[in-house]
């Protein structure tokens, strides 16, 4: 399914994802800081969509939102965030339901995102469990080998009876996909995927999380500062900078094209591998804030005239 | 042909961890030439951080050993003047500066241990240093706290420079910074690299970076010297396989680095398969 | 230096009802304490004449926490007490935080052997049950409140070298250490200019709950008769004097209980409070 299908299709495919306008404030030192201004976002089924920008953007606390895991008393909220057409801003018992089950998340560094003590096979029956709280468990066992399988685990039985500590960066970040997905959510959210590993382990982890994500079919909201790595695994980006969305485009569109000042201050700022040379440097320039630069036929769906 | 400012010759490094050996570095030589920037490719677990402890002086080799300007350096007990010469830009810049400690405070620490001319002779230097690295003079008051990590690098890079070195080494000094922080940071670099004929030792993971500002490479997998040679040799003609595989897992954002890479994408590719050990 | 140099601590510090509490109930105690000859109503008590005419009266207009049995006025007693309690800590925890900080930082900080060394010889000090340590002490010599506090400062500098020895250890990993080292500086720089400082909220906030806790053991040691001697004022003195009249003369004893109970709570609240104001920036 590619990109161009999506947008054609447009009015019909599913919106798994729908954010609007969504404004999120923490309190601060100097009264209350905003986080997000106003953010609209959209993942449809099967769709891979990218949140791009640098710390202090405001990426991770929608990731965590999405998720229900903000944790910050006095934070306030606005807007409104759909997960498969439910709204759940606001709503704890939502957001508590969808959690393991029909949304799932990956963090950037598995080891301290798994629970230290509790074995892998305890984490997978756990998870298990929210989609199906009477599974028996030889049931689990099963279901977790195969899901350990998928990701090109080949001892399961060891990986199962291990504790997080004991395994490698790669075998983790490998085991905590496999429990995201162990129940086949509609929403994958990814915050930094296998930022912490090597190169080499992070690419190899990406290419199996991608193919995984392909054949059971998830959407998939990850977040990264890496653009590299958007660039091989999205399908749509939405670049993201100081709370506000600045250019909206097809990952094709924008690593051909990007049209918005700090989108290519970004790029050009990435050192070249087939280059000798230090790339540049640009300050900080007020064009960086300009409004929203939306490619052809990227738009927010509520926004669409039906 | 200068004699190299840095040698290491032969040397190994062996930790004891839960009661067995841990090989951390294993018959390594390298130099580094006055001037030059070399730059050391690792993934984690290359025995690059052991490298750049046994040259600043953290530990004992094991065996082998290592010159700086022709003579034998040792660990700990190392004459005030030679710790001078061979300074530390660290990865992470929040701990790096004592939160205890104004900016002026700590870049003037290195002047105050080595006991640089009087108090006011001890200030001015700082206010030069700021300037240098790009930070406002005014900052001088100020904690890490108020600081971004950008700016908490460039001090403990004026904090670096006060000790008026000879070779520098960098540990992943941009890896934990946004990317147009990084390039800042990386141009900042490269101009006082420039400006002191200072020599570096560059170590970092990411090749990209290394392509643009070192004149020689040397790769490390576990513990053991890969393959070295100039910049542009290793780039176009890597020999072992292990760098051919770096060189094809990069993420890239421009499709002529697309192209460059896909010459080294059939040793990526058939990693991908395997599963961990 | 500062000990708190972000407005965002000092705020939690203030909305703490319990925090404020504290140091209320501390404030009170350290005024009365400081000028206890003007705030005290019958300063001439504190010492061994009361008066004859009101002995062991409860209390009234005249002796507002009663007298005790020779006619002292009860809660000119306890201001004097306060007093001494609060010398007594101070001079305690002047003398067995230092020694305690720089054993666990030297034991922090450097090779193995020093460490193991300088911690196994804190081990056997908090080894020893305190009472007993003290009753030992003032066995060997007599007792008095000098040498109570001698007593209370050996078995208390154990704790403090031990949190040094933990901040120490932690702090021993940022990279600021490592820079210091790396730019030539020295061992006692890196110790107390560089390390101590960091970790100077933490121990100063031990020190202030520590106040109570002194004062507690000070009383326990001389309710048992180990401490400050008649006719000095001294809170666990008076429960003492004052078991053998329950219930008759309540006062006796009731009142210097709660004296305690007021001093400790009163550092024990205000000193979690800034435990958790300093907690509010990690």
């Not at chain 3, 002490?137 to 020895?165: D, N, Q």
């Amino acid at each position: 399914m590619s990109a161009a299908d999506v947008l054609v299709d447009g009015r019909s495919r599913d919106v798994v994802l729908a954010v609007r306008d969504l404004r999120v404030a923490f309190p601060g030192a100097r009264g209350p800081v905003e986080a997000l201004r106003g953010v609209s976002i959209h993942v449809r089924r099967g769709e891979k969509v990218a949140l791009v920008g640098e710390s202090g953007s405001g990426k991770s606390t929608i990731a965590r939102l999405v998720l229900g895991l903000l944790q910050n008393e006095g934070a306030r909220i606005a807007g409104s965030v759909r997960l498969g057409g439910h709204e759940i801003l606001g709503d704890e018992s939502a957001i508590r339901v969808a959690r393991g089950d029909r949304v799932a998340m990956i963090f950037q560094d598995a080891v301290s995102a798994l629970n230290p003590t509790f074995t892998i096979g305890d984490q997978f029956r756990e998870v298990l469990r929210r989609r199906d709280p009477a599974i028996s468990r030889s049931d689990a066992g099963r279901r977790a080998r195969a899901a350990l399988a998928d990701v090109h685990l080949h001892e399961p039985d060891r990986v199962l009876s291990s504790y997080v500590f004991q395994l490698s960066g790669g075998m983790s970040q490998r085991v905590m996909i496999s429990l995201a997905l162990a129940n086949d959510p509609e929403l994958l959210v990814a915050d930094e995927p296998g930022s912490s590993l090597d190169v080499t382990v992070q690419a190899r982890t990406l290419h199996l999380m991608n193919d995984l994500i392909g054949r059971h079919g998830t959407s998939v909201l990850f977040i990264s500062h890496n653009l590299g790595v958007v660039r091989e695994f999205a399908d749509r980006v939405y670049v993201i900078y100081r709370g506000g969305i600045v250019e909206h485009a097809t990952a094709a569109q924008l690593f051909a094209n990007a049209r918005h000042p700090y989108t290519r201050a970004l790029l050009a700022a990435i050192p070249k591998l087939d280059q000798a040379t230090v790339p540049d440097a640009p300050e900080t320039r007020p064009d960086f804030a300009d409004p929203l630069i939306e490619h052809p036929g990227c738009s927010e769906p509520h926004l669409v005239a039906a | 042909m200068t004699d190299p400012l840095l040698t290491v010759e032969e040397v190994s490094k062996s930790f004891r961890s839960a009661g067995h050996d841990v090989h951390a570095l294993s018959d390594v030589s390298i130099s580094v030439e006055p001037g030059e920037c070399h730059a050391i490719i690792g993934e984690s677990g290359s025995g690059k951080s052991t490298l750049a402890g046994l040259i600043l002086g953290l530990f004992e080799p094991t065996a082998g050993l290592i010159r700086f300007r022709g003579a034998t350096v040792s660990g700990r007990r190392r004459p005030l003047a030679l710790k001078r010469a061979i300074q530390l830009i660290q990865q992470n810049p929040r701990s790096a500066l004592n939160p205890r400690r104004t900016v002026g405070q700590s870049v003037r620490l290195p002047l105050d241990v080595h006991g640089v001319g009087g108090r006011s002779l001890r200030d001015q230097r700082v206010t030069e240093l700021l300037r240098e690295v790009g930070l406002p003079t005014d900052y001088v008051n100020r904690t890490p706290r108020a600081l971004s990590g950008g700016e908490r690098q460039r001090v403990a890079i004026a904090r670096a420079l006060a000790c008026e070195p000879e070779l520098l080494v960098l540990d992943e000094p941009t890896s934990a910074l946004d990317v147009l922080v990084q390039a800042r940071v990386l141009q900042l670099l490269t101009r006082i690299r420039g400006q002191r004929g200072l020599a570096y030792l560059f170590i970092t993971h990411d090749l990209a970076v290394v392509h643009g500002i070192a004149d020689r490479v040397s790769v490390f997998q576990k513990g053991r010297l890969i393959e070295t040679g100039a910049t542009r040799e290793i780039f176009t003609s890597p020999r072992s396989a292990y760098t051919r595989r770096l060189l094809g897992s990069i993420p890239v954002v421009t499709e002529e680095e697309a192209r460059f890479r896909q010459r080294f994408r059939a040793s990526a590719e058939s990693d991908i398969e395997d599963a961990d050990a | 230096m500062t000990l708190v140099s972000d407005s965002a601590e000092w705020r939690a510090f203030w909305r703490n009802p319990s925090a404020l509490t504290g140091l209320a109930l501390v404030a009170l105690v350290v005024l009365a304490a400081l000028f206890a000859d003007v705030v005290a109503p019958y300063p001439g008590h504190a010492g061994p004449v009361g008066d004859f005419a009101a002995m062991s009266a409860g209390p009234s207009a005249q002796y507002l926490l009663g007298t005790d049995t020779i006619g002292r006025d009860l809660l000119t007693r306890l201001i004097f007490a306060y007093r001494l309690s609060l010398e007594m800590a101070i001079v305690v925890l002047a003398i067995a935080a230092p020694i305690g900080v720089a054993v666990g930082l030297l034991g922090g900080y450097l090779g193995p052997a020093w460490s193991y060394a300088l911690m196994r010889l804190t081990d056997v000090f908090l080894a020893i049950p305190p009472l007993v340590l003290a009753m030992s002490i003032t066995g060997f010599l007599e007792p008095s409140a000098i040498h109570g506090m001698m007593a209370i400062t050996m078995m208390w500098w154990p704790w403090y070298a031990r949190l040094a020895y933990n901040l120490t250890r932690a702090e021993k990993q940022e990279g600021y250490v490592l820079a210091a080292e790396t730019v030539g500086a020295s061992t006692p720089h890196i110790l107390f200019r560089e390390i101590l400082p960091n970790c100077m909220p933490a121990i100063l906030t031990k020190m202030t709950i520590d106040v109570g806790f002194v004062i507690l053991i000070a009383s326990s040691m001389s309710f048992l008769g180990l401490g400050a001697q008649a006719p000095t004022p001294d809170l666990g003195s008076m429960v003492a004097d004052g078991a053998r009249y329950m219930p008759d003369a309540w006062w006796l004893t009731v009142f210097p209980a709660l004296a305690i109970l007021i001093v400790v709570m009163g550092f024990n609240l205000l000193g979690d409070g800034l435990r958790e104001a300093a907690d509010v920036r990690g």
